[in-house]
């Protein structure tokens, strides 16, 4: 997996004060996306131990809500092993903290994925230009949905998500 940047203390890409790991590779490639320096699977940095310790690190401090995962595409196939792998292990070492999950794919597509038992939101959906809206907490166009994963899954039927108490959309 590679990577372009890990943000902290960021408060635009998700509930809470959080670390944001963007990760390279995404096949989306949205018209007028904010980060088209990502699309490359092969751009950026190695993701390596030295990185894994930095988000480690802004995890282990009280006031940090969790992790996000944006891009790129965390989904991209260049990135779903080892991110989900991150995810296992954040969930282990720091149980308390939240993961969101920022994807062009929609959940019908990754309901199933085995990464999903560790995301707690997801947002999902090819950003549409057409649909922007800048008064949208969490997501850029309308068409995005910030599902509550874990009580999603809990349902008879998974495909109908349950979208986060704090969406406003």
């Known amino acids: 997996m590679r990577y372009h940047n890990i943000t902290k203390d960021d408060m635009l890409n998700g509930d809470g004060l959080r670390v944001v790991l963007w990760v390279a590779g995404c096949s989306h490639c949205c018209k007028e996306c904010h ?3 990502t699309w490359d699977p092969n751009g950026g940095l190695l993701f390596d ?3 894994k310790e ?4 802004q995890l282990e401090k009280p006031y940090i809500s969790g992790i996000t995962f944006s891009g ?3 989904l991209h196939s260049a990135n779903r092993l080892e991110v989900r792998k991150l995810m296992e292990e954040i969930k282990e ?3 308390d903290k939240t993961i969101w999950l ?3 794919y929609s959940w019908e597509e990754i309901w199933h994925y085995p990464m999903m038992k560790y995301v707690d939101v997801v947002v999902d959906g090819e950003f549409k230009i057409e649909l922007k809206d800048p008064k949208l907490l969490w997501k850029g ?3 995005q949905r910030v599902i509550n994963v874990q009580e999603t899954l809990k349902r008879t039927d ?3 998500p349950i979208l986060h108490c704090q969406d406003y959309s």
Request: aromatic share 12%.
């Open 72 to 74: 790129g595409d965390p």
């Open 93 to 95: 070492k720091f149980p």
């Open 49 to 51: 131990e030295d990185a």
């Open 35 to 37: 980060n088209p320096i």
């Open 102 to 104: 920022y994807t062009g």
């Open 158 to 160: 998974p495909l109908i």
């Open 141 to 143: 166009s309308s068409n």
């Open 54 to 57: 930095e988000i480690f690190e």
